[in-house]
């Protein structure tokens, strides 16, 4: 999901990083307590943080994790990207 980012947060280098909110971290006064330098780059949907969890290999407790959360059935809009990999997801054969 790196490609969501803008030309001018990958110019900055790897002092960069993509991090998925919920909860009160939605809040930008309070992501901004830890990281003043935060910014938006888009809204994702839960099912797509878990589907690259998996496909990155991250630990199977941290996945076990994601995947107890809740989804709040959030049904607005999304980016492109995150609505070509979910349709992606549904037709694989499982």
Avoid: W
């Avoid at 780059?41 to 076990?64: D, F, I, N, S, T």
């Avoid at 994790?65 to 349709?87: F, P, R, T, W």
């Amino acid at each position: 999901m790196a490609d969501s980012a803008s030309e001018e947060d990958s110019a900055q280098g790897e002092d960069t990083f993509l991090y998925f909110a919920y909860g009160s971290n939605l809040l930008t006064e309070r992501i901004h307590l830890r990281n003043p330098s935060a910014k938006f780059c888009c809204v994702a949907r839960l099912q797509v943080v878990c589907m690259g969890a998996k496909e990155h290999g991250l630990p199977l407790e941290y996945q076990k994790k994601l995947n107890a959360i809740e989804a709040n059935d959030y049904k607005g809009k999304v980016s492109q990207e995150i609505e070509d990999m979910l349709k992606k997801q549904e037709t694989k054969p499982q």
